[in-house]
């Protein structure tokens, strides 16, 4: 076999300028072939493509002088056909729900612009269109008045007075009807807002309600909900094998802890 191999220059400088271009070769050739075996031999998360297109380009042609599959180089084509849903046409918005109440505004045309101004004929009635704009309500407190008629007899006084009973209530003798209540309980438990910023909220609409009368409240409501939680734990235990907790947590204000917030538990139970 010929050798290609160029006579050497005499002068030292040529010769260094030679070593220096060799070196500068080894190295590269040297990262190449690591990079190589890494994308062969290497784990799975080290086996990645390249982000420059010029070294992408230059491990295509080492790869098809060696001789190497690699995952990601296959040769071989196949054709993958798969299906797929049609884009709705439209602006890509979440359909609002049909079980919403729907207030109607008509807006008409004047009577003049009902009538042809061509032939002077009157104009049918062929359709609408319409327009679906989600609008919201801020929360409305009103006053439940229970008016008791009290009836007397005019001629047995000792009879007294007759009077109609009072519905059961949350809290007996208590302000707060059953939807408030329910309001702040998940407002507190389940939207994890402070009491004191409820109280916030409630005094935009001129309803002064301290956050201690709010926690006293929580507290009486509490005996119903342990009644509810003694009849699930007996569900769960009664046939389950298994019971799953996700125990995320979340940040929570007590007053014993000054200056930051208590690392609590958001506890949910599955079977």
């Known amino acids: ?8 220059p005499s002068d030292v400088p040529s010769l260094q300028k030679i070593v220096a271009e060799l070196a500068h070769q080894i190295d590269t050739l040297k990262h190449e072939l ?8 290497g784990q799975k998360r080290e086996r990645h493509e390249p982000s420059v297109p010029e070294e992408q380009m230059a491990l295509d042609e080492l790869f098809k002088q060696i001789g190497v599959n690699v995952p990601g180089y296959a040769e071989s084509k196949e054709h993958i056909s798969y299906e797929r849903r049609k884009p709705k046409k439209g602006h890509g918005r979440k359909a609002i729900p049909d079980d919403l109440h729907r207030e109607q505004h008509i807006i008409d045309v004047s009577e003049e612009e009902k009538t042809c101004g061509c032939c002077g004929a009157r104009k049918n009635h062929i359709g609408d269109d319409i327009t679906e704009e ?9 006053v439940n008045q229970y008016i008791k008629p009290k009836y007397a007899c005019p001629h047995c006084s000792q009879q007294g ?14 302000v707060a009807g059953a939807g408030l209540l329910a309001y702040i309980l998940v407002s507190k438990y389940v939207d994890h807002l402070p009491l004191y910023r409820l109280q ?9 309600i301290n956050r201690s009368t709010m926690s006293g409240w929580i507290a009486q409501i509490c005996r119903y909900l342990e009644v509810l939680y003694e009849a699930m734990h ?6 389950s094998f298994l019971i799953q907790a996700d125990e995320t947590t979340l940040k929570v204000l007590d007053k014993e802890t000054k200056d930051k917030c208590e690392l609590g538990v958001s506890l949910a139970v599955c079977r």
């Open 1 to 8: 076999m010929k050798s290609t191999a160029q006579p050497l």
């Open 34 to 41: 690591s990079y190589i075996k890494r994308m062969v031999f």
């Open 134 to 142: 989600l609008e919201y309500k801020p929360a409305v407190f009103f």
């Open 161 to 174: 007075v007759t009077m109609a009973s009072m519905p059961v209530r949350p809290i007996e003798k208590g």
């Open 200 to 208: 916030q909220m409630f005094m935009r609409y001129a309803i002064d």
């Open 234 to 239: 007996r569900e769960l235990i009664k046939e």
